[in-house]
């Protein structure tokens, strides 16, 4: 039998010490000898010099998934018009800006109207139907209106009166105060003035057309015959 030493951190192998010189008698080692293996015995198997405790191959780490992308629809507004118009019921009123007036603030005075009016709206450029603002009457017998507003309005600037019934598009150029009356006469666009209510359906039903009286059926009855000679 031979007595070897086995180096674990190095894992090489030194023939014993010269105490025990007799043993390697007979082999091909001599004291001092070193010897470096690629593999051990263990039990009956046969193992590699690595890490005494074995690893596993580590998994490969797979690719994360990417999350998909979800299209979103664009909001789209109603579109605003950029011509200049008024409702073909406007006629020949005009609105003046008061001296004084500006894009946050205006009174405006209406002349020529065609009829009372009893509501003024105004938005700025590019503003939807929906962005509309309240003003309120500032002198009865003027037919002023005062506006104000938290932001400046965009000229050109829109006016909607009787809450719809006469619409101006883009008709005040500016809101600063002047002598000018808009619409100005550049401005000949028209544009359709709100629709009316529509009527309500007429209530009234007419009568049914009356089915013609049938005619009575008259039964005519034959005398009887006599069954002797055929006479009466």
């Known amino acids: 039998m031979t007595v ?27 004291v001092g000898d070193r010897a470096d293996f690629d593999y051990r015995i263990v039990d009956d198997c046969y193992t590699s010099f690595g890490d005494d405790i074995p690893t596993s191959p580590s998994s490969p780490v797979p690719d994360p998934t990417p999350t998909p992308t979800i299209p979103t629809t664009p ?14 019921n406007w006629g020949s009123m005009t609105i003046s800006p ?6 946050k603030q205006i009174s405006a005075i209406i002349s020529n109207a065609p009829s009372t009016i009893t509501s003024f709206e105004m938005k700025g450029y590019g503003q939807t139907d929906n962005q509309y603002q309240n003003c ?20 050109p600037a829109s006016i909607r009166l009787n809450n719809g019934d006469y619409i101006g598009n883009n008709i005040i150029i ?19 003035s709100s629709p009316s209510s529509p009527s309500e359906p007429s209530s009234t039903v007419s009568d049914p057309t ?10 005519t009855t ?10 009466w």
């Open 174 to 192: 500016s809101m600063t105060g002047s002598t000018a009356e808009y619409p100005l006469s550049s401005c000949s666009g028209s544009i359709v």
């Open 210 to 219: 009356p089915r013609p009286t049938p005619k009575p059926v008259t039964t």
């Open 98 to 103: 008061y001296w004084g007036s500006n894009t």
């Open 222 to 231: 034959a005398p009887p015959v006599s069954s002797s000679d055929g006479c």
């Open 75 to 88: 909001t789209t507004s109603p579109p605003v018009s950029s011509e200049c118009g008024v409702s073909n």
């Open 136 to 155: 309120v009457i500032q002198n009865i017998g003027l037919n002023m209106w005062q506006c104000d507003f938290s932001n400046a309005l965009t000229e």
């Open 4 to 30: 070897m030493m086995v180096d674990h951190f190095t894992w090489s192998m030194e023939v014993g010490t010269t105490e025990i010189a007799y043993l390697v008698e007979g082999t091909q080692w001599v």
